[in-house]
């Protein structure tokens, strides 16, 4: 399958420091957790945290809508929660891409249930169009795209740049 390139290794490493930088001024003065939604912002948010200047926690949750296809399914699952105790922490939610919405909304309904202190989002990819995160790393435009800890069918994980899949006429 040809793979269309959307964003380089450079570009990434660029996004992650810069949005690292954000955090870290945001956040200086507590010790955040940060929650990753599994499985596809493993990746970001392992190099996130090691471009932080500050003490912080890690969590994940995960959710799914996708499945084995490109659109959502619509519905989301929460299959793993937070272990760690949430109540009055300041809690950064990090997600590989911020597209319909869903997934995001269910981890926050699970995250606020939990009475944290505050609640943001991180994304490394913001798709066009869609409601931006509180942090964000670069902005996408239409298509499926695989990569940088991003799955399709679990396959392209690995990959360290990101691509899109070729245009079928769906959207991820």
């Known amino acids: 399958m040809d793979l269309e390139p959307r964003f380089s290794e450079a570009q990434i490493r660029d996004a992650v420091r810069r949005v690292a930088l954000e955090l870290s001024q945001a956040y200086g003065h507590t010790c955040p957790v940060f929650v990753g939604v599994l499985k596809g912002s493993f990746v970001f948010l ?3 945290v090691r471009e932080l200047t500050i003490p912080f926690e890690v969590d994940f949750v995960r959710a ?6 490109t659109q959502s399914s619509g519905k989301v699952e929460i299959i793993k ?4 105790e949430l109540k ?3 809690v950064v939610v990090v997600e590989d891409i911020a597209d319909t919405g869903l997934t995001l909304d269910a981890v926050l309904a699970l995250i ?4 944290p202190a505050s609640v943001k989002c991180c994304a490394l990819l913001v798709r066009e169009g869609c409601r931006r995160p509180d942090f964000c790393g670069l902005s996408i435009g239409q298509g499926f795209v695989v990569g940088y800890g991003i799955d399709y069918a679990e396959r392209y994980r690995g990959l360290r740049e990101i691509y899109a899949l070729p245009r079928t006429g769906q959207r991820s």
Do not use: F, P, W
């Not at 799914?64 to 296809?69: K, L, M, N």
């Not at 929660?81 to 760690?84: A, K, L, P, Q």
């Open 46 to 48: 392992a190099d996130l």
């Open 64 to 69: 799914r809508s996708y499945g084995a296809g």
């Open 81 to 84: 929660d937070v272990e760690t």
């Open 88 to 90: 009055d922490r300041h």
């Open 112 to 115: 606020g249930s939990r009475q």
